[in-house]
Each structure stands twice: as C-alpha cells, then as structure tokens.
C-alpha cells in the first residue's frame, strides 16, 4: 500500500464528483448522465447524446461533429463545459444481426458515447477506480442533476459479463429517465462496475404479483472495455485499487522516474521536509496520507510526479519557496527540466493554472480577440498550435490555448546561466500590455510569481515586458479594413462578378455586410460597394485597407482601377487611389502540402528584410524552388518580371511555397518593362510597402508620362488577418468560370 492514497471514505463522495450531467441543447434540461475519464473525456449513452441533440432514441446514426454542454453537479450546475464528441458506439439490436434497436425493446448493445472537455474540469475531480460487475454487488446511481438526495441503491441480481440486471428497494428513489449512462457505483469495492442503460418496465394494465417493479439493467465494465476497444477509444482501467500509483508506467515514465531520484534526493533527502512537502503536494491533489508523520519513499514520489499532470510544478511551487542557495536552485531547475520529458508534463502548477485562467476570463469575455493577437506578436516565429489559430479564443477556448503554449519556449536571449523564457510568461505579457488597469497589474504580478518560481533572470522578463508595450503602443494606430471575394457563375457575362463584403471589426473579427441580391456586377458597381462599407467604418489615421481574395486566373484583374465614383461626383474615385487595394490568393498554398506552415513562418520573418527579385537571370522555376528552400528560405517578398505566361507560372510557385507579399506588373510584357515598378520602392521597408504602390497609382493612373505606365498588382496576405471562417471552409474561386 502507497504512502499517498485516495481516503475510502472519500470514496463514494468522489464517485459523485466524477459524476457528469448532459444538457439538452438549449434548454438546459437533463437528458442523462456521463462519467469522467482520465484526459478530460466523458463516458455516457450514445442515446443520451440523441436525447441531448433532440434525435430519436435509438437513432444509430452518427450526428456528426457536435457539442454538448456539460456540468458537474457536484462542483455547482453554474458553470458548464463543452464536450465534444470524439467515440460514437450506435446502440445496435443484440444477436448476430446487429442492425438498428427496434422500438420498444427490452435490451441491446453498443451504445456508448465519448466527449473530450473544451477545458480541464474541476480541480478537485478524483480519479473513479473500475471494476468488474458481478451478481451481488450493492451498487448506487444518481440521476444527472446530481442532488444529493437523487441517490438510487439497488442490488445486482444478475450478470452475464455483458449487461447486469439491478434489482431496487420499494422505498427511495427508482433508476428512471435522466439516470442513463451514469456510473454504477459498488458501496463495497469503492468502484465504478457500469453504466446505467435502461428499465425493465411492465406491460401496460394493472399490476399483478408476477410483473417486474423497479428493475432497471445497466452495461458492465467488462463489456464496455470491449466496446470502446473495439472503436479504438481508451477505455476504463481495470481494477487499478486503492493505491493511486498502482498502474504501471510507460516506459518513457519509467525513465522519467528514475532521472528524478538524484535532485529529488538533494533536494528532499530529509524526511521530514520531504513529509512537509508531499503532505502540501496531497493535499493540493484531494490526496489521503498516513497520519503518523511518516514520509513517501523518493521512488513513490518520483512516481506521483510524472503520472500525475502538475503534480511536479506543483511540488517545485511548494520546493522554491524555501531555496537559500544557488545549488539548491540548481538542482530544481534540473529537476524541472527532467520532468519535462514526462508525458504529463505541464509548466504551471495547480494554483498557477488556476489563477491565470481566473485572471484571462474577464479579458477574454471584453475581447476574445486579444489572445490570439497577443500570441501571433509575441511569439511570430512559433508555429502557433491550433487552439491559437482561431480569430476569437471565448472563455471556454481559454485552458486549451494555455495547455498547448506550456510546451514552447520563445527563442529570445537570456543571461547566461539562466533558464529560457516559456512562450506562455512572453505571451502573457503581450496580454498584460494590451489590458490597461488592473488587470495589466493582475496578469504582470502573475508572470513575476511563475517567473521567480522558474528562476528566470528580472533583466529577461523586463525585456519581454517592454517589447510588449511597444507592441501595444502600436496597436493604437488600426487601419479600418474590407474584404472583397470575388466569384463568377458559369452562365455571368465576363465582364461581371459576384461578390461578398466583409467589414473588420477593431478586435480582427470579420462580419458580413449587406450587398443586396446575389447578383453578377460590373467592376464600377463592387468599387461603389466597397467605398459604402467603408464609408461606415470609423475613421482612423492610416489609410484604409480593401483585401481582394481571388482565385488564381483572377489575378490579372483590375480591381484597383474599378471606379466608384458616382454620375454626380466631380472627382474620380479609383479604388487604388483611396485605398491599400491588394490582392489575397489563398488557392495555390492549400494545394501545396507545406504551404500554409510556410506562409506562417516566412510572415513571422517578414522583418528580416529578406527579398528575391525574379527576373530575365532565372532560366527555370526550379532555380527559384531552390532560392526559397536554402538561401532564401525566410523570403516574405518576391517580384516578379517577365511576360504574362511566364509571369503567373512564377505567381503560382511563390504563393504555393508561402510567400506572403508578391508584386508584379500586370500590364508588363516582358524583362523589359522592369523599370515601370522602380518607383514603387519595391526593395524598400515592406510595411511601407502598400503605401507606396497606392502614391504610385495616384500619380500613373491617367498619367500620359511612359515611366508611370505600370500597372503594380500586389499580394499581401497578413497571416496575422485570418479569413472569415466561410471562406476558409469553402474555396469559392472553384465555383468560378475563368473563360
């Protein structure tokens, strides 16, 4: 028996906290119950799930990629969790045909269901044990509200391995509707044995002596196991005991462990302080220990922290606040970075994790948008994972985002002898800049806690902290911005296009605007358009931006010279003129295996300078393929001379291999014609970039001088601006007639 340990008359309480209740969508009524499994995934009844989504009972078809709401009653039903659907086991007729339930049947299989939580559930939360279900056992189920007196005890009066029979009391509360897919809890094994499935109800009529009262059935561990294994999902683990460490270790935690033991000893090595420590570190975890003032074994200790998430932090929290010497400090950073290599490893402890969440929800509720911007300035040569990639991180989104920061560093420098600074601290810095108030103050006196817990240099993170408030001094001087796709149906004249409007709002989020009917129109008509919804943007002191998405055969298109002037108008108003009119091809980069992690990086580079100038020296498209692989492998911005075929065959490779800013002649018809961009400073600061090309067009367009004949036509796709969600789900340009 272990020194730490779950307390057994915990047990059954646990049991209870572990339990989950399932909302039906949009009325918040329960439709059943579910179970917590390790790695924030939930077990339930697949026709819960139907009840949840207003389906059939026994519908067996998968309801695709859904979300339900969650609670768990024992924490308080305020505070709900989005669950998705990852494992779908249809219920299924029993016996060899398998096919879908009959109405009105007593019994049948499958049905089973897993969801992974959006975030980690509450702290608290222990780890249910499993069992196998046998004829005997004394079990209890609670409906999925969760209240306290919902309690059902009934007694398993048979079990064949697949499905139990639970026989109840004729006083206390009955197994009923909202109790399916609960756990079965054994009074006398302190486990989980199965899931609530159904009732055995009488036939209509009166009652008799011979008709069955209060018999319920429910899915055994054993069958279950079965079934999740055969869907290649991880099921529940079998009679792991009291001994919280009885599982065994991967090999990689194995390795782990045993790394651990040497500064564990140096740094623990007293019993008595090693006691304190791991009786602070239980009674973070909900964990029982012995009361005689004894202390875990190193190897038991060792154990707890690499198969329990933030069991190390945690510990290292507790360790650090004690350190005197620069050897003890040592020895902890050794030990941090060895449990890095933990498949449970995560850099925040408990309290860390907690707190910083409590501090970013009301950020996030303000503006959902300040997080992933924060982390694309922040940290713009990382390969941001994918819960930072969305335009808006809501409150729910906000544990993921943290979970997949913990494992990156941000490559800045630091004093020597010093640890690295974790992207996360740099992240939440940005964060802090772009608050004001007090929770700038809140989210700094974070960062300098986890920071001094690290033993990260002060010269490092106030380095982090001025470059974020350099980066939020900038965020004041936003450019209002539209976006235009253009499409054409096959059966539209060629001189009329399609389009759809949107405006950007100041959080980078994009909203529809209004055009009227879907209808074909002349370019004059979409640059009247565009000027409209820019009209009822709020003015700001750069120049207003219109991104154009094309399809690739649409490139060559004037969209800057299209007029919105209207019949009463004195002045000529040519988009280019008045705006930064570029042009976004998101086409050729998703047909390309790396192209969108490549479009990402060479952005984030985009400051180094780094240009390439295609021209009458390059014999073929493979010597440009090899100046953007190796030498030029940070390139954000290629131009291009040549004629027109030529031309766009060097467009479609550049925008395949990422490239973000591309500018070209579009009226040029061959290596000649190079000098007609010079003016446009194409070599210059490329932030400055889309000024100059739209000064140029003020001065060329109807300009009778030869060296003003040019006609610049500029890609620039702002990684950093994601595109609305439709445009990315869908590739409106295949819809496209291209003549």
């Not at 300040?370 to 694309?376: I, K």
């Not at 060629?494 to 100041?506: A, F, G, I, Q």
């Not at 300009?703 to 950093?720: I, N």
Request: hydrophobic content about 40%; glycine content about 10%; aromatic content about 6%.
């Amino acid at each position: 028996m272990g020194w730490f340990r779950i307390p057994a008359a915990e047990a059954a309480d646990g049991a209870r906290r572990a339990l989950v209740g399932l909302l039906a969508d949009g009325t918040r009524k329960t439709s059943g119950a579910g179970v917590c499994l390790p790695g924030r995934r939930l077990l339930t009844c697949a026709h819960v799930v139907n009840d949840a989504l207003g389906l059939d009972f026994f519908e067996h078809r998968h309801p695709g990629q859904v979300t339900l709401e969650a609670v768990f009653p024992a924490f308080g039903p305020d505070h709900s969790y989005e669950a998705r659907l990852t494992t779908w086991i249809p219920p299924r007729a029993t016996g060899g045909a398998g096919g879908p339930v009959a109405p009105g049947a007593h019994e049948w299989a499958g049905d089973l269901a897993v969801l992974e939580l959006a975030e980690e559930p509450p702290l608290a939360l222990p780890p249910v044990r499993w069992q196998e279900m046998t004829a005997g056992q004394e079990v209890r189920s609670w409906y999925g509200g969760g209240q306290e007196f919902s309690y059902a005890d009934v007694r398993v009066g048979a079990c064949d391995g697949r499905i139990g029979y639970l026989d109840g009391q004729l006083s206390g509360a009955a197994i009923g509707p909202g109790y399916s897919g609960g756990p079965l809890w054994s009074v006398q094994d302190n486990a989980v044995v199965g899931l609530v499935a159904g009732q055995v109800t009488p036939p209509p009529g009166a009652l008799t002596a011979r008709h069955v009262v209060r018999r319920s059935w429910g899915f055994t561990r054993q069958t279950i196991a079965v079934e999740l294994e055969r869907a290649g999902a991880a099921g529940p683990a079998e009679e792991p005991g009291a001994d919280i460490l009885a599982d065994p270790l991967t090999d990689d935690g194995d390795t782990v462990r045993d790394l651990l033991l040497v500064p564990l000893l140096t740094l623990l090595g007293d019993p008595q302080a090693r006691a304190s420590h791991s009786r602070a570190l239980a009674a973070q975890f909900g964990l029982g220990h012995p009361a005689d003032g004894s202390a875990p074994s190193v190897e038991e200790l060792a154990a707890l922290l690499v198969s329990r998430e933030r069991a190390l932090p945690t510990l290292a929290e507790s360790v650090a606040a004690g350190i005197s010497s620069p050897q003890q400090r040592k020895e902890l950073e050794r030990l941090l970075s060895y449990g890095r290599l933990a498949p449970s490893s995560r850099l925040l402890s408990l309290s860390e994790h907690r707190h910083l969440l409590g501090k970013l929800r009301p950020v996030a509720a303000r503006d959902p948008a300040l997080l992933p911007r924060a982390a694309r300035a922040a940290v713009p040569y990382v390969d941001l994972p994918e819960p930072l990639r969305a335009a808006r991180i809501p409150d729910t989104g906000l544990d993921a985002a943290v979970r997949a920061l913990e494992g990156f560093g941000d490559s800045e420098p630091v004093p020597d002898g010093t640890p690295g600074v974790p992207a996360l601290l740099r992240v939440v810095e940005y964060v802090a800049a772009g608050c004001g108030g007090r929770e700038t103050d809140a989210l700094q006196g974070w960062g300098m806690w986890v920071a001094g817990r690290l033993g990260i240099h002060e010269a490092a993170l106030a380095e982090r902290r001025r470059d974020a408030a350099v980066w939020a001094g900038g965020q004041e001087r936003r450019r209002a911005r539209v976006l235009v796709a253009l499409t054409r149906h096959r059966e539209d004249p060629v001189d009329r296009w399609r389009c759809v409007l949107w405006r950007t709002r100041p959080d980078g989020t994009t909203a529809r605007a209004s055009t009227g009917d879907d209808r074909p129109r002349t370019g004059e008509e979409i640059a009247r358009l565009v000027r409209e919804v820019a009209s009822g943007e709020q003015p700001g002191q750069a120049v207003p931006m219109v991104e154009v998405v094309v399809g690739r055969e649409q490139l060559h298109l004037p969209v800057d010279e299209w007029d919105g002037a209207g019949p009463a108008e004195i002045v000529p108003a040519a988009l280019g003129e008045d705006f930064h009119v570029v042009l976004r091809c998101p086409e050729p980069r998703r047909r390309s295996r790396a192209g969108t992690s490549e479009w990402r990086r060479r952005w984030a580079s985009r400051m180094c300078g780094q240009h390439l100038t295609v021209d009458d020296r390059f014999g073929t498209e493979r010597e440009v393929i090899r100046l953007l692989k190796t030498s030029h492998r940070d390139c954000a911005r290629v131009v291009v001379h040549g004629p027109p075929r030529l031309r766009a065959r060097m467009l479609d490779l550049c925008l395949a291999m990422g490239v973000p800013v591309v500018l070209w002649d579009r009226r040029a018809e061959g290596f000649g014609d190079r000098r007609r961009l010079d003016a446009t400073g194409p070599e210059d600061a490329l932030e400055e970039l889309p000024e100059r090309v739209r000064c140029f067009r003020v001065e060329a367009f109807g300009a009778p001088d030869e060296a003003l004949s040019g006609r610049p036509a500029l890609v620039w796709e702002d990684a950093e601006v994601p595109l609305p969600e439709e445009l990315r789900l869908t590739d409106p340009w295949e819809r496209t007639e291209t003549g």
